[in-house]
Nanobody, 120 residues
Framework: QVQLVESGGGLVQPGGSLRLSCAAS????????MIWYRQAPGKQRELVAGITSGGSTNYVDSVKGRFTISRDNAKNTVYLQMNSLKPEDTAVYSC??????????????WGQGIQVTVSS
């Protein structure tokens, strides 16, 4: 099974920047799409940014122009660069990846989630 571990979260001032990382380890055959989600207290979980194995990206409208998703396939890692952070970006951010089974087929792997807090 593939395990995902997020890092890079924490507390930052409004207007500041953070870079989240999500590293995959374990029994890796191949990894397809990788996606960052977030969930704020009292709100539904939403897709923040996604990237395909070929590098195509998409973003929720509220982060366009501020966030950038990227991946390093050699390191089995996906990143989320977050600039011009706002208090409304405060949430638990989770990494999701499509992973191929040794015996064939695909399943979703999830990280444990990491807190991002934007506050003065």
């Amino acid at each position: 099974q593939v395990q995902l571990v997020e890092s890079g979260g924490g507390l930052v001032q409004p207007g500041g920047s953070l870079r989240l990382s999500c590293a995959a380890s374990g029994s890796i055959v191949s990894i397809g799409d990788m996606i960052w989600y977030r969930q704020a207290p009292g709100k539904q979980r939403e897709l923040v940014a996604g990237i395909t194995s070929g590098g195509s990206t998409n973003y929720v409208d509220s982060v366009k122009g501020r966030f950038t998703i990227s991946r390093d396939n050699a390191k089995n890692t996906v990143y989320l660069q977050m600039n011009s952070l706002k208090p409304e970006d405060t949430a638990v951010y989770s990494c999701n990846a499509e992973a191929r089974r040794v015996g064939g087929g695909w399943y979703d792997a999830w990280g444990q989630g990491i807190q991002v807090t934007v506050s003065s």
